[in-house]
């Protein structure tokens, strides 16, 4: 099978990223209130900031966020795994494309923490890469992005608090990276 796997928000948990970073933003910069509304996508919108003002918060934690951010718990393991078992890993990701510096971090930091893939690609046009690919399933946490992929492959929602209202035909709701094994494991019997 091959199964692509976005990195912002189902390799890392952006949210609580969002959260935290955010705040601190935020609080630093006298913006208030401190945290607008949790169940937000964007960082613009969970702090309620003026229009642009997100690039201030990306200037300050894009670095660190690309080269540093934790991943989330045995997703490397989970990988691996299916990579073992025959499966073709391809990570698809929509940051910055065609930023060499973005490009360059992300595979460093794919690479330190031992995420092994056979593709790693940059776009924001996922649907488009997927069916030109032949991808088999898609592990995403966007919304739009759920919802535009589930009507070419079946798709793999990574449970966050922005996409608690995200479900329809071609969608399985997971909650941690063994949970979504278990799932690929069952979907492989029926296939």
């Not at 951010?69 to 065609?98: M, Q, S």
Request: charged share 35%; net charge negative; glycine share 4%.
């Amino acid at each position: 099978m091959r199964i692509g796997i976005d990195i912002d928000g189902v390799l890392t948990d952006i949210s609580k990223f969002y959260l935290d970073y955010g705040a601190k933003f935020a609080f630093e910069n006298n913006i208030e209130p401190i945290i607008a509304d949790p169940n937000e996508y964007e960082i613009e919108e969970i702090l309620d900031l003026e229009k642009g003002a997100h690039k201030e918060f990306w200037k300050k934690y894009d670095e660190f966020y690309t080269k540093k951010i934790y991943t989330r718990e045995f997703a490397a393991e989970v990988i691996d795994k299916l990579k073992n078992e025959g499966n073709e890993i391809h990570i698809i990701t929509a940051r910055n494309p065609n930023e060499e510096q973005s490009e360059t971090w992300t595979s460093d930091w794919l690479d330190d923490n031992n995420i092994h893939y056979d593709n790693l690609v940059f776009t924001d046009k996922k649907v488009e890469y997927c069916k030109e690919n032949n991808i088999d399933l898609m592990i995403e946490d966007s919304v739009n992005n759920i919802l535009a992929l589930s009507k070419v492959i079946p798709v793999v929602c990574l449970d966050n608090r922005y996409n608690k209202e995200c479900e329809g035909k071609n969608i399985t709701r997971c909650y941690s990276w063994y949970d979504i094994y278990s799932k690929i494991l069952k979907m492989n019997k029926r296939g």
